[in-house]
Nanobody, 127 residues
């Protein structure tokens, strides 16, 4: 089992940057694929980015491609989401999640494939 704790959220102006971190407990962190999702008020939780257990492959939602970068440091049990060129529509609570599946990364876009979730961190982008 793994516990996830997100940090790094906050208020930023449009065009700015933030880096989210997700710290995981447990020795098996390196065996999990990791994902970031977000949920805006009144909307469903949506996929943002995913990364394989080794970090060799990543996948992004079209809405963030070219602006966000997911990475991980297995030695530190941490996954990151670097967010650049932020837009007001990026405003949401951001969640990290862990998946035990070794399915191709392009399929890890649905919440049902993830087994563990953090509590979320708020990102607000002002216009």
């Amino acid at each position: 089992q793994v516990q996830l704790v997100e940090s790094g959220g906050g208020l930023v102006q449009a065009g700015g940057s933030l880096r989210l971190s997700c710290a995981a407990s447990g020795r098996t962190f390196s065996s999990y694929a990791m994902g970031w999702f977000r949920q805006a008020p009144g909307k469903e939780r949506e996929f943002v980015a995913a990364i394989t257990w080794s970090g060799s492959s990543t996948y992004y939602a079209d809405s963030v491609k070219g602006r966000f970068t997911i990475s991980r440091d297995n030695a530190k049990n941490t996954v990151y989401l670097q967010m650049n060129s932020l837009k007001p529509e990026d405003t949401a609570v951001y969640y990290c999640a862990a998946s035990v599946y070794s399915t191709p990364i392009v399929r890890l876009t649905t919440t049902s494939l993830y087994h563990y979730w953090g509590q979320g961190t708020q990102v607000t982008v002002s216009s």
